[in-house]
Nanobody, 122 residues
Framework: QVQLVESGGGLVQPGGSLRLSCSVS????????MGWFRQASGNEREFVAT????????SVADSVKGRFTISRDLDKTTVYLQMNSLKPEDTAVYYC???????????????WGRGTTVTVSS
């Protein structure tokens, strides 16, 4: 059973930074492709970033490109999302997800964390 636990969310002012973490445990196919998705109130869940099993390939959504960076530890058990220059429209619940394929579609991710809330407001 793959377990994902996110942390690092909170309240931050516009222009500020946060780093989200996702701890991955369990499963027999690790390391997994890891992704971050977000869902704002009233909106559908959307892709934010993904990183390959080795950490050598990453992709981020156009809406956060240049501001957000995804990375993972060398032991592949923790994935991070560094978020800089945050905007009010970044406010959402952020979810960590694991997959066996490198993809930007949420349907490709069978394993999900419970999410951590990020609020960007002055």
């Amino acid at each position: 059973q793959v377990q994902l636990v996110e942390s690092g969310g909170g309240l931050v002012q516009p222009g500020g930074s946060l780093r989200l973490s996702c701890s991955v445990s369990g499963g027999t196919d690790s390391p997994y492709v890891m992704g971050w998705f977000r869902q704002a109130s009233g909106n559908e869940r959307e892709f934010v970033a993904t990183i390959s099993r080795s950490g050598g390939i990453a992709s981020v959504a156009d809406s956060v490109k240049g501001r957000f960076t995804i990375s993972r530890d060398l032991d592949k058990t923790t994935v991070y999302l560094q978020m800089n220059s945050l905007k009010p429209e970044d406010t959402a619940v952020y979810y960590c997800a694991a997959s066996l394929v490198f993809a930007e579609q949420s349907v490709s991710y069978p394993y999900w964390g419970r999410g951590t809330t990020v609020t960007v407001s002055s």
